[in-house]
């Protein structure tokens, strides 16, 4: 087990903290994800749809046989020939729009195929006019209007390049040997490609939607719907969003290129709320599906009840995520995802460098998405397997994770008014058991070592919170252990709030917006280092603090006693060692805990040499010291189990008194000022009892001094 590292062991984390708190409180962000009408769950009574192998009952094809048959000289025999009597069939009857076709389906259960081509939907395009051009609406962060249901019907092209509204059981099925083979390009134009929005039983399956600002594929308010075998990808956004719903499933889908993520499945159906680990079913299953090549490759605010298995997610900045960060979300806050038996691996891209060249100011077809751009729309850490921002009784098991160089693992609380509720007893009410076990981590599934940044990176905040044995790299240190059965914890800690440093980390670099071009400074998201990063910042002022009053107290009352001289020069090396460590970034040192360890020595030597002259300030420097030392144990040894705050929040505020009494302490003359022979007569701390004649100081005297 390596020791925790490179977060400052200062008290400054303390007041850095507080201050990005209240900075953040008093300018609460605005929604930065997914925005859209208010919306409520499905009722649950629906299912998850079959594939219908029966012959279409509309056909969609373009005009040019010369083109179509080259397209589909390379299928199987069999399949070619499906294909020339479709093509025959759609000569006589059938469509040369996608959309053309959607708006003849008439009944529940009709299935439309897409013959091999490419479908730019030309009807679709142009911009709207009279009442479609004046509708009144709430306006999203991003610019576009948050339409209702009905302004969707009555305007479906206002963002949609294909729009399946109030459907039952429509499958749309692409007929191509692959998924290549149909495309659906919207060419930076719409908002959406295809939304089937109350569409409950749509089945979408073998094609390619593209080059959206927004989503390619989006699924909204359905009991029921099915992903097969789809390609999205090239979007300022999402490649698969589907929103508010249940019996869904993902299979065998690919997603890459989106500025965030491939695929998204927000607002799940929150079927399991109140319930253990153990519950009766999933609202989505994702499985078999990849998802490169984007900010993240899988996320979801309130992507609650939702199964991820046998998936791939790789090449992305992260990996998967989960949050609770953004209102306007139901379900909040998320809970009960399940991720076992995926590959997450390798998600070290840096897409920030985008948005700091300017590339991602350019008009969405001008930035050069088709070749490997992606516009970063939110604020993330990149080299990160899992993120969980925020959530509740999430498993991950059985995953391999590997080849990230921050974290496998990221853990992170968010309180509620981010989300938008005020109420003082939602504030703590995410990051709790969440169960980490069994996971494969810094090995690629050949048993070729693949190491992690480290393993385990958490907050500290949460009750009930565990991790499998064996973590390379973590912190803290040791975070709490998975029993054998689920629910059992060893260890568990019940934190209100997390670390005061990493929180302080957290709000900085939580300060990103794509629009504006900005990109924290002091935040390694986006390339700080050094003295560049917020964590070094506060280190080196906070050490520049206590080696001023430190050294000015070792010169006016410590210097005359060897246990003083001693302590000071731990003290010294303890700062020196603690600026250091907070740069180390992403390498696993011990550094920062022996730093507390060397500081926490510091304090009780100069407790110890003060007794004598300073009783009271003696006993908080001795307070200090022990606080300390309880912290580096905390952060490197054991978490302390069942308290509410961390050590290093009481030793931050202790440490703020003891710097003004030091201050204070230190001005005033006493026996450590001078050599003993040049002292004036009297006393010249000035503030204890005299000395009776006997030569015996009064109790009043040895208790006061302070």
Not at 47 to 73: G, H, M, N
Not at 246 to 270: F, M, Q, R, T, V
Not at 514 to 534: I, K, T
Request: aromatic share 8%; glycine share 12%.
């Amino acid at each position: 087990m390596s020791w925790t590292r490179r977060f400052p062991a200062v008290p400054g984390a303390l007041l850095a903290a507080l201050l990005a708190l209240v900075a953040l409180l008093a300018a609460a962000p605005a929604a930065r994800a997914h925005e859209e009408r208010p919306v409520t769950f499905p009722d649950g009574s629906g299912s998850v749809p079959r594939y219908r192998a029966a012959e279409p009952d509309l056909i969609v094809c373009k005009t040019d046989r010369a083109a179509f048959e080259k397209r589909i000289s390379g299928f199987p025999e069999q399949l070619r020939q499906r294909n020339l009597d479709l093509f025959a069939r759609c000569e006589r009857s059938g469509f040369r729009h996608l959309q053309e076709a959607v708006d003849k389906v008439d009944r529940p259960g009709m299935n439309i195929a897409v013959l091999p081509g490419l479908y730019e939907e030309e009807p679709s395009l142009p911009e709207p006019t009279g009442e479609c051009a004046s509708l009144k609406a709430p306006t999203s962060s991003f610019g576009y209007q948050i339409l209702s249901y009905e302004q969707q019907v009555r305007c479906p092209h206002n963002q949609n390049l294909v729009a399946v509204l109030g459907k039952t059981d429509l499958q749309i099925e692409g007929t191509g040997a692959s998924r290549l083979d149909v495309v659906i390009d919207s060419k930076y134009r719409k908002l959406n490609g295809i939304r089937a929005d109350r569409s409950d039983g749509v089945y979408f399956r073998n094609f390619t939607a593209q080059r959206t600002t927004f989503n390619s594929l989006y699924v909204l308010a359905a009991d029921g719907f099915v992903i097969d075998d789809v390609l999205t990808r090239w979007n300022d956004e999402y490649g698969f969003l589907t929103f508010a719903s249940d019996h869904g499933l993902y299979k065998n889908c690919e997603s890459y290129g989106n500025g965030d993520s491939g695929i998204y499945p927000g607002s799940a159906s929150n079927i399991n709320d109140g319930r253990g680990y153990d519950v009766p079913r999933y609202s989505i299953e994702i499985t078999g599906c990849r998802s490169h090549h984007n900010m993240v490759g899988y996320s979801g605010t309130a992507g609650d009840s939702v199964w991820v298995h046998d998936n791939e997610f790789d090449h992305n900045m992260g990996g998967a995520s989960m949050d609770s960060a953004f209102p306007g979300h139901p379900g909040l806050p998320q809970n009960h995802a399940k991720f076992e038996r995926n590959l997450i691996h390798d998600n070290n891209q840096d897409y920030y460098r985008y948005v700091a060249d300017g590339t991602c100011a350019k008009d969405p077809v001008d930035r050069g998405y088709e070749e490997g751009v992606v516009c970063p729309q939110i604020s993330m850490p990149p080299g990160t397997g899992i993120i969980t921002a925020g959530g509740n009784w999430n498993i991950y098991e059985d995953n391999w994770v590997y080849g990230h160089q921050r974290a496998a693992f990221f853990l992170s609380a968010v309180p509620a008014f981010i989300r938008g509720e005020s109420a003082w007893s939602k504030q703590a009410d995410t990051s709790h058991r969440n169960r980490y076990a069994g996971n494969v981590l810094g090995r690629d599934k050949a048993g070729n070592p693949r190491p992690n940044g480290m393993d385990v990176w958490w907050d500290g905040q949460g009750k009930g919170n565990c991790w499998q044995d064996g973590p390379d790299g973590s912190t803290p240190g040791a975070p709490p252990r998975c029993g054998g059965e689920r629910g059992e914890v060893s260890g568990s800690s019940a934190r209100l709030v997390g670390e005061p440093v990493k929180l302080a980390q957290l709000m900085v670099c939580a300060d990103y917006n794509v629009q504006a071009r900005r990109l924290p400074a002091g935040c390694d998201w986006y390339g700080a280092s050094g003295l560049e990063r917020v964590e070094t910042q506060a280190a080196l002022a906070v050490a520049c603090v206590l080696l001023l009053v430190g050294g000015i107290l070792w010169w006016r009352r410590l210097r005359g006693t060897r246990t003083g001289t001693v302590a000071s020069l731990l003290g010294l090396a303890g700062l020196a060692l603690d600026v250091a460590g907070s740069t180390t970034g992403l390498t696993a040192t011990a550094v920062p805990a022996l730093a507390l360890l060397l500081l926490g020595l510091w304090w009780t030597g100069a407790g110890l040499a003060l007794r004598p002259d300073r009783p009271w300030f003696a006993r908080l420097t001795l307070l200090l010291g022990a606080l300390t030392l309880l912290d580096a144990f905390d952060k490197a040894v054991l978490m302390i189990p069942w308290i509410p705050l961390g050590p290093a929040w009481i030793r931050g505020i202790v440490a703020v008194v003891w710097v003004l009494w030091a201050v204070i302490a230190s001005a005033r003359p006493g026996p450590g000022t001078v050599p003993s022979g040049d002292a004036p007569g009297g006393d010249p701390a000035g503030d204890r009892e005299p000395v009776p004649a006997g030569g015996t100081p009064s109790a009043g005297a040895r208790e006061g001094a302070a």
